[in-house]
């Protein structure tokens, strides 16, 4: 593989510093604050504050770590911030997938006026949240019902429908709803629209109590003859009337707002899914080597060791994938083998697999509620299933190797 920076796994002073710097914050601010906010079930604002104060919480933050050249920058820091607890860390990351969606989809006066508002300043927060799910489209995005009808006389777009699992959905201030123009181009017809903060006919349905990550908001979020400026289409009405018309010819756009912000951000999440992992990697190793049953430390047997080896070598072997994911991503390489959704599959399943294994070692200690071995276990489930569930990942593999449309 060759590319802009060349392909290296070994992160400069700069991404190691920034990354370190994420650890201190996750180790002073976030992990402290786990238990509680998991257990409130509610967006921890004051952490978020905290983190706007350092400017981690902010638009420039997001995209020098976009940005790094190698790719690998945002992934470290979003492993880091995971490490500390993944809830508090997808309240505070959650904002970037409405921001990538912006970048990708909108004008540069669209990116230039949008983008600011959604992080806000510390002091005046502000939240953004991405909404393309709804309960008969999870999985087959092609199903969207929500519809957007442009009423010319008033250049606006009208929106109905109901989003649902929104992160930070309702609660947002600016939204960006993927919405259907033309139901008989079905994926193709989709394009996505900005819901400014103040907009009538947009509310937050019901709110879900999840089994994890219960320190990020889950919540459907309500449509009702939502009007929005005809500039709050992201890239543009030309563009869209251009695409719309490419497709009814039958051809393929260039751009589909879901499923290429899914794509781009796929290695990052799987990155999420590489902290709860290491957290519950680490906590068990040290635990095995002072808990003492028939005389010895428990990580004298076999049984306990060798898991921990296991452990570790997924957890390497999955962070390996991530970054080659995340380089290649950020380098423009395309993934032919679709290794941005190698590397969510197989971190999500390890972060699932080692937390298991977490628990195992600490027998009845990592089953209970003040040990964060639970909540690891609880919260890594989540990597699993959102942002394309490992079913969706397999069969973009397995489309992409084959070069088949397999169903
Ligand atoms: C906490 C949380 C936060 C979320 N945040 C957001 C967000 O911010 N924005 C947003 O738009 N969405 C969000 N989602 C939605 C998430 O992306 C969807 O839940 C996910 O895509 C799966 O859709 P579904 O839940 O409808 O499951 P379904 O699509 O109904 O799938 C059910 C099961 O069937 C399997 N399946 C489906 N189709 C196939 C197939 N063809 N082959 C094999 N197996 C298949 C799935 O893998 C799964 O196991 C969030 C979800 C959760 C739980």
């Given at each position: 593989m060759t590319g802009a920076t060349g392909f290296s796994l070994q992160p400069g002073e700069d991404q190691l510093a920034v990354a370190q710097w994420a650890h201190e914050f996750a180790e002073r601010v976030i992990r402290p604050a786990a238990h509680e906010w998991d257990e409130r079930e509610e967006t921890p604002w004051p952490i978020i504050e905290e983190a706007a104060k350092i400017g981690m919480y902010s638009l420039e933050f997001i995209v020098n770590a976009a940005l790094d050249p190698s790719g690998l920058q945002l992934a470290m820091v979003s492993e880091e911030l995971c490490w500390g607890d993944a809830g508090i860390a997808l309240s505070i990351l959650g904002t970037a997938l409405a921001v990538s969606a912006i970048f990708q989809s909108g004008t540069p006066e669209q990116q230039g006026e949008w983008l600011p508002q959604c992080y806000g300043t510390p002091g005046d927060l502000k939240m953004a949240a991405f909404g393309v799910s709804e309960a008969d489209a999870g999985s087959d995005v092609s199903s969207l019902k929500t519809r957007a009808v442009y009423d010319e006389a008033a250049d606006e777009w009208v929106l109905n429908g109901t989003k649902t699992w929104i992160t930070n959905g309702g609660l947002a201030n600016t939204h960006v709803i993927v919405a259907q123009v033309d139901p008989e181009l079905k994926a193709r017809g989709h394009a996505g629209f900005i819901v400014p903060e103040g907009t009538r006919g947009i509310s937050q349905g019901r709110?879900?109590?999840?089994?994890?990550?219960?320190?990020?908001?889950?919540?459907?979020?309500?449509?009702?003859?939502?009007?929005?400026?005809?500039?709050?289409?992201?890239?543009?009405?030309?563009?869209?009337?251009?695409?719309?018309?490419?497709?009814?010819?039958?051809?393929?756009?260039?751009?589909?707002?879901?499923?290429?912000?899914?794509?781009?951000?796929?290695?990052?999440?799987?990155?999420?899914?590489?902290?709860v992992a290491r957290a519950a990697y680490e906590y068990a190793l040290d635990y095995a080597k002072e808990r003492r049953q028939f005389g010895r430390a428990i990580i004298e047997n076999q049984a306990i060791s060798f898991t921990l080896a296991d452990m570790r070598t997924r957890l390497d072997a999955a962070r390996l994938l991530v970054w080659r994911a995340a380089w290649m991503g950020r380098n423009r390489q395309p993934y032919a083998a679709a290794e941005g959704s190698q590397s969510k599959l197989f971190a999500g399943e390890t972060a699932v697999w080692i937390t298991e294994r977490a628990v195992q070692i600490l027998g009845g200690a990592g089953y209970v509620r003040d040990s964060p071995v639970e909540r690891w276990f609880r919260d890594a489930k989540i990597f699993t299933i959102f942002e394309g569930t490992s079913e969706i990942q397999r069969l973009v593999i397995a489309r992409a190797i084959s070069g088949l449309h397999l169903n």
């Amino acid at each position: 593989m060759t590319g802009a920076t060349g392909f290296s796994l070994q992160p400069g002073e700069d991404q190691l510093a920034v990354a370190q710097w994420a650890h201190e914050f996750a180790e002073r601010v976030i992990r402290p604050a786990a238990h509680e906010w998991d257990e409130r079930e509610e967006t921890p604002w004051p952490i978020i504050e905290e983190a706007a104060k350092i400017g981690m919480y902010s638009l420039e933050f997001i995209v020098n770590a976009a940005l790094d050249p190698s790719g690998l920058q945002l992934a470290m820091v979003s492993e880091e911030l995971c490490w500390g607890d993944a809830g508090i860390a997808l309240s505070i990351l959650g904002t970037a997938l409405a921001v990538s969606a912006i970048f990708q989809s909108g004008t540069p006066e669209q990116q230039g006026e949008w983008l600011p508002q959604c992080y806000g300043t510390p002091g005046d927060l502000k939240m953004a949240a991405f909404g393309v799910s709804e309960a008969d489209a999870g999985s087959d995005v092609s199903s969207l019902k929500t519809r957007a009808v442009y009423d010319e006389a008033a250049d606006e777009w009208v929106l109905n429908g109901t989003k649902t699992w929104i992160t930070n959905g309702g609660l947002a201030n600016t939204h960006v709803i993927v919405a259907q123009v033309d139901p008989e181009l079905k994926a193709r017809g989709h394009a996505g629209f900005i819901v400014p903060e103040g907009t009538r006919g947009i509310s937050q349905g019901r709110k879900f109590q999840k089994l994890g990550i219960r320190a990020s908001h889950t919540a459907e979020v309500i449509l009702d003859d939502c009007r929005v400026p005809g500039s709050c289409l992201l890239g543009g009405k030309a563009k869209l009337d251009e695409k719309l018309a490419r497709a009814r010819e039958g051809g393929h756009s260039a751009s589909q707002t879901a499923l290429g912000t899914f794509e781009a951000s796929r290695p990052y999440v799987a990155a999420e899914a590489l902290g709860v992992a290491r957290a519950a990697y680490e906590y068990a190793l040290d635990y095995a080597k002072e808990r003492r049953q028939f005389g010895r430390a428990i990580i004298e047997n076999q049984a306990i060791s060798f898991t921990l080896a296991d452990m570790r070598t997924r957890l390497d072997a999955a962070r390996l994938l991530v970054w080659r994911a995340a380089w290649m991503g950020r380098n423009r390489q395309p993934y032919a083998a679709a290794e941005g959704s190698q590397s969510k599959l197989f971190a999500g399943e390890t972060a699932v697999w080692i937390t298991e294994r977490a628990v195992q070692i600490l027998g009845g200690a990592g089953y209970v509620r003040d040990s964060p071995v639970e909540r690891w276990f609880r919260d890594a489930k989540i990597f699993t299933i959102f942002e394309g569930t490992s079913e969706i990942q397999r069969l973009v593999i397995a489309r992409a190797i084959s070069g088949l449309h397999l169903n």
